[in-house]
Each structure stands twice: as structure tokens, then as C-alpha cells.
């Protein structure tokens, strides 16, 4: 990841409580590596090798679940997608909306149940 990255990411990241139980966490910058190489690479979390030096891959996923919790991506989802509207590299006109990320409406009110019309079944003759 490079300076300009972390640049942009680092003031949307929490602050680590001072006096926070257990060992002293990993970098920040390690862990969101971490995270970005097992979600380009595909492995599983466990497999995430100790040798990087990116912390454990529970580690990162936990951090991941935390930053996800304290609304990090959305916030550079949406300071990203500004930029680039600003810079007029997104074309809105071939965009599309993924419903993953559109609430579904509730209180919809059903169309009224009609009568079938199909043949009813015969009766049983045993």
C-alpha cells in the first residue's frame, strides 16, 4: 500500500483504546495489508502467512469487523466515488445499482389473492 493510500485511509481508522487489554495490536497499516492480500488473493484468513508480517489472519479479520462496524469503508466509498464525480471520471450514465446496497422496500402491500382457476382435484376414492 502506498503513502498516498494510507494517506486518504488513516483518518477514517478509530483510535485504539490507550489502555487496551492483551499484547499491543498490530500497525494498523500491517493489518489493512492483512486484509487487502487475503481479499485479493482468496486464501482463508488462517492461511494468511505469519512470515508477511501482516499479523495473524484472525487479527485482520478482526480489525476488518471493527473498522467495517465503525462505518470506514462507507465513509471512503463515498469520499472516493466525490473525488472522482469532481474529477469527471465516473460516467453516471452507464452506472447500475447492485441490490446489495439497496434497502428493499417494506410495508409493499400484496396483490389480493384471486381464486384459482385451475381444475380441482378429484375426490378420493379409497
Not at 24 to 43: A, E, H, K, M, S
Not at 54 to 73: D, H, M, N, P
Request: aromatic share 8%.
Amino acid at each position: 500500500m502506498d503513502d498516498e493510500l494510507r494517506a486518504r485511509i488513516e483518518p477514517l481508522l478509530p483510535a485504539w483504546p490507550e489502555r487496551s487489554p492483551g499484547p499491543r495490536p498490530v500497525d494498523d497499516r500491517l493489518c489493512l495489508q492483512g486484509i487487502l492480500f487475503v481479499l485479493y488473493t482468496g486464501i482463508a484468513w488462517h492461511q494468511l502467512p505469519p512470515e508477511l508480517g501482516f499479523g495473524s489472519g484472525q487479527t485482520c479479520w478482526r480489525r476488518l469487523g471493527r473498522w467495517q462496524k465503525a462505518g470506514v469503508f462507507e465513509v471512503l466509498h463515498r469520499l472516493l466515488l466525490a473525488e472522482l464525480n469532481a474529477a469527471r471520471l465516473i460516467d453516471w450514465t452507464r452506472a447500475c445499482v447492485d441490490a446489495s446496497h439497496v434497502r428493499a422496500k417494506k410495508g409493499v402491500r400484496r396483490p389480493v389473492r384471486r381464486r384459482s382457476t385451475a381444475a380441482r382435484p378429484a375426490a378420493s376414492t379409497t
